[in-house]
């Protein structure tokens, strides 16, 4: 079956650096989305990416989905810290299943 | 925004004993989805429901579990015969047509 993998599985970030998110599938994504889940929250949507090469901004936050469809990343710069929780991120096939893959938990040091 | 609303949001059980989680998806939704999170690990998807019916199941979702509908608005994931690995957040989450998820608050269920 679709296994989506995440690395790293924590981020240790001093507040004001930058860090990134990888996100790899084993097969071919119809899209991708991630989420965010702050301590004792749940996952709370921040985007979907459909087009192979897409990137979309969110003021600190850059996502990409790779030209094969099959990985993505999560860009932060200067991190600050609103930025911690765990981030996921989500892959689907062409069925409506969307598999997570299992997070990255990011710290800040301030 | 649109809500999805879950209840209890923690439910203390004894092992073996039945448990019943609730879920008010967004309204008039007819497709959402059950998802359980061990603490501190990953969000696993449990199971589909559309329209009535189970859509898909994954390979955690079994004999135990059990989803229905007992009225309009409201749907219900049932585990039978609870067990200690069964204590997780359980998470109902609404797709809107974008795709995207939203979940509800979710149940905490501890089993000892």
């Known amino acids: 079956g679709q296994q989506v993998m995440q690395i790293p599985q924590y981020q240790h970030v001093q507040e004001g650096e930058d860090f990134t998110t990888y996100c790899n599938s084993s097969?071919?994504?119809?899209?991708i989305q991630w989420y965010k889940q702050r301590p004792g929250g749940h996952p709370v949507f921040l985007i979907q990416?459909?087009?192979?090469?897409e990137v979309k901004k969110q003021k600190r936050l850059t996502f990409q989905f790779g030209e094969a469809k099959k990985n993505s990343s999560l860009h932060i710069t200067a991190t600050q810290t609103t930025d911690v929780g765990t981030y996921f991120c989500?892959?689907?096939?062409?069925?409506?299943?969307?598999?997570f893959g299992a997070g990255t938990t990011v710290t800040v040091r301030a | 925004e649109p809500e999805v609303t879950q209840t209890p949001s923690h439910q203390v059980t004894q092992m073996g004993q039945e448990v019943i989680l609730r879920c008010v998806p967004i309204?008039?939704?007819?497709?959402f989805y059950w998802y359980r999170q061990i603490l501190g690990q990953k969000v696993e998807f449990l199971v589909s429901?559309?329209?009535?019916?189970?859509?898909?199941k994954s390979e955690i979702f079994d004999d135990q579990f059990s989803v229905e509908r007992p009225d309009g608005s409201n749907f219900t994931l049932k585990i039978r015969s609870t067990k200690l690995e069964d204590s997780a957040m359980y998470f109902c989450?609404?797709?809107?047509?974008?795709?995207?998820?939203?979940f509800g608050e979710g149940s905490r269920l501890t089993v000892l």
């Open positions: 989500a892959g689907r096939n062409n069925d409506y299943k969307l598999s």
């Open positions: 097969t071919t994504l119809s899209n």
């Open positions: 990416l459909v087009k192979s090469g």
């Open positions: 309204s008039n939704h007819l497709y």
């Open positions: 429901f559309y329209n009535n019916e189970i859509s898909e």
């Open positions: 989450a609404s797709p809107v047509p974008s795709g995207e998820l939203f």
